[in-house]
């Protein structure tokens, strides 16, 4: 009796045990995250928004190439899903998780930002691509405000938000797609220049009063009588703001290293694929401005494939 009193003791400890482990177990399972496989690690990490295919997508492997852990955005779920999945076909030094994001809504981003402070807890890398495009030569009030929101001021509300994270980077890069129509050149109006080129007194709500006036002209049909661009004129006025707004990062974080770039004219969707360069080239131009070495300063620029460029 005794020694079967003893036998039963034993067996109810070790079931204590297998439970505890068990349980222990379980609690390690619930903190690692659905898309990390692991605990954060060293590499520099790289969020590139709007993904899914052409330059961006391409942007995402020519960095995780570079041994970069990069977070592919888009706003459709299943295609963002779809472009991680494509990318396990090549051998990537870094490893590239997908989140969701529509840069015109304000919570959306948020969620981006929680996401990569969980799982990195700093950022590194911003290549911020607007690429509103659709029916824009159609120009109605509300492709123009679309554009604007999506090409400039969603990009804005993204640097905002990732702003503490870029903040902790040995490195911060941030590297705004623009494009040659972005160009001062192609802005008449010669007050809407001279703002966004006075680059001592530029600030965020000096780029929104030339926005604003810009918007005001536009629903008056005054376009051509106050000296706006006629033809894309959204496009072009999105691309200009954002300039004026990598000069305004530059000057106000110079640990930062803020830049333009223009991809150039590439075979993409949004080019009809009628483009005079690859995916491939188009998107090199950004990787190689967002991994310039610490020891170059270069910042505030207006980069090309034929070189820097003057805004």
């Not at 706003?75 to 989140?99: M, P, T, Y």
């Not at 007050?191 to 530029?202: C, F, H, P, Q, T």
């Amino acid at each position: 009796m005794l020694q079967c009193c003893k036998t039963q003791k034993y067996d109810l400890i070790l079931i204590i045990l297998l439970k505890n482990i068990f349980f222990v177990s379980l609690k390690k399972k619930k903190k690692t995250s659905y898309h990390m496989s692991g605990a954060k690690d060293s590499r520099r990490c790289a969020v590139v928004t709007g993904a899914n295919k052409g330059i961006g997508l391409e942007a995402v492997k020519q960095l995780a190439s570079n041994g970069i852990n990069v977070v592919l955005t888009a706003r459709d779920e299943n295609r963002g899903l779809e472009a991680v999945e494509k990318l396990k076909e090549f051998e990537l030094s870094g490893e590239v998780l997908f989140h969701q994001l529509d840069v015109a809504d304000p919570a959306s981003i948020a969620y981006l930002a929680d996401f990569i402070k969980t799982q990195f807890g700093k950022l590194d890398i911003l290549p911020m691509g607007g690429k509103y495009w659709d029916k824009i030569a159609v120009q109605t009030d509300e492709l123009t405000k679309a554009c604007l929101e999506i090409n400039y001021y969603g990009a804005r509300r993204m640097v905002e938000a990732l702003l503490p994270l870029l903040q902790l980077s040995q490195s911060p890069s941030i590297v705004n797609v623009s494009s040659f129509l972005g160009l001062l050149e192609n802005i008449p109006n010669e007050w809407a220049k001279g703002v966004l080129n006075d680059v001592e007194r530029l600030t965020e709500e000096r780029v929104n009063e030339v926005l604003n006036e810009f918007v005001k002209d536009f629903k008056q049909g005054n376009l051509e009588a106050k000296g706006w661009p006629t033809h894309i004129a959204a496009y072009i006025l999105s691309k200009a703001a954002m300039n004026a707004y990598t000069r305004i990062l530059a000057k106000k974080f110079p640990n930062f290293y803020v830049n333009s770039v223009c991809p150039g004219y590439v075979k993409t969707d949004m080019t009809c694929n009628t483009g005079l360069l690859t995916v491939s080239q188009g998107a090199q131009i950004i990787v190689t401005t967002a991994l310039l070495p610490p020891n170059d300063k270069s910042s505030g620029l207006f980069i090309s494939h034929q070189g820097v460029l003057s805004f």
